[in-house]
């Protein structure tokens, strides 16, 4: 069974940084695609940031520039490092494994989610 936690979340001031943690297990970490997903109040659950195993990244337009997703494979971990944060920023970061690249890009993400992690940017 895939479990994924999350970690690093916070309250941080407008242009200031966080970095996101995600530990997962019962999964073959290297060979799967790893996703960020956020979801602020009354808003829908929106794919922030996916890395394939291979590398390959995939950010949505609202962060590109300002957010850089990463994994050690030798830790079973990714990485989601947040700079130049902005109030439209807040939401629940969650974290998700055990889909493919394609699922989470292109589709709906089948794998397990964790509990997810606040990020409260204040103005």
């Known amino acids: 069974q895939v479990q994924v936690v999350e970690s690093g979340g916070g309250l941080v001031q407008a242009g200031g940084s966080l970095r996101l943690s995600c530990a997962a297990s019962?999964?073959?970490?290297?060979?799967?695609?790893m996703g960020w997903y956020r979801q602020a109040p009354g808003r829908q659950r929106e794919l922030v940031a996916a890395?394939?195993?291979?590398?390959?990244?995939y950010y949505a337009d609202s962060v590109k520039g300002r957010f850089t997703i990463s994994r050690d494979d030798a830790k079973n971990t990714a990485y989601l490092q947040m700079n130049s944060l902005k109030p439209e920023d807040t939401a629940v970061y969650y974290c998700?494994?055990?889909?493919?690249?394609?699922?989470?890009?292109?589709?709906?993400?089948?794998?397990?989610w964790g509990q997810g992690t606040q990020v409260t940017v204040s103005s």
């Open positions: 998700h494994g055990g889909s493919s690249y394609s699922e989470l890009v292109y589709g709906e993400p089948v794998g397990s």
């Open positions: 019962g999964i073959h970490f290297s060979a799967n695609a």
């Open positions: 890395i394939s195993s291979g590398g390959t990244t």
